[in-house]
């Protein structure tokens, strides 16, 4: 063989693979639906502290929440001054769930509310409306659906 035809075998093989990894691209996005939660009920909310909390602060927080009806006890997550939790919206909100935690430990802490910018996005804040992948996965959702 000579190399000439052995570069084009090899260009072809590779554009052979592109092309083929882009359907099963399209054939993805496609086929993927959205994630149909058992439980809709259940909101992410976040508490930020003033200082970052030791080992033994962390623990006094985490066993506060789990105390407090509605708070899913495997889900508080706790990093530096920083408390993420997930609760049940009908038994409980953020704001009742801060009232009672600040009222069992008095922490200096404030709730975290999300500025009105990002609430009124009709899309993910972390997708760019504006990026070629976000068009490119809208345009081949409203093909196929």
């Not at 590779?14 to 092309?19: E, N, V």
């Amino acid at each position: 063989m000579t190399t000439r035809r052995k570069i084009k075998i090899a260009a072809l093989s590779l554009l052979g693979t592109l092309l083929l990894l882009f359907i099963v691209l399209v054939a993805h996005i496609a086929t993927a639906r959205p994630l149909k939660l058992d439980v809709p009920n259940i909101q992410v909310s976040r508490i930020d502290f003033s200082e970052p909390l030791d080992e033994a602060k962390k623990k006094e927080v985490c066993s506060n929440l789990r105390t407090i009806k509605g708070i899913t006890s495997d889900s508080i997550i706790v990093k530096n001054n920083v408390v993420v939790y997930f609760h049940d919206n009908r038994y409980t909100n953020s704001q009742k769930v801060f009232d009672q935690l600040i009222s069992k430990g008095h922490y200096n802490a404030k709730m975290f509310t999300v500025p009105r910018e990002l609430a009124s996005k009709p899309v993910c804040p972390a997708m760019d409306p504006g990026s070629f992948k976000y068009k490119f996965a809208l345009a081949v959702q409203s093909v196929f659906n």
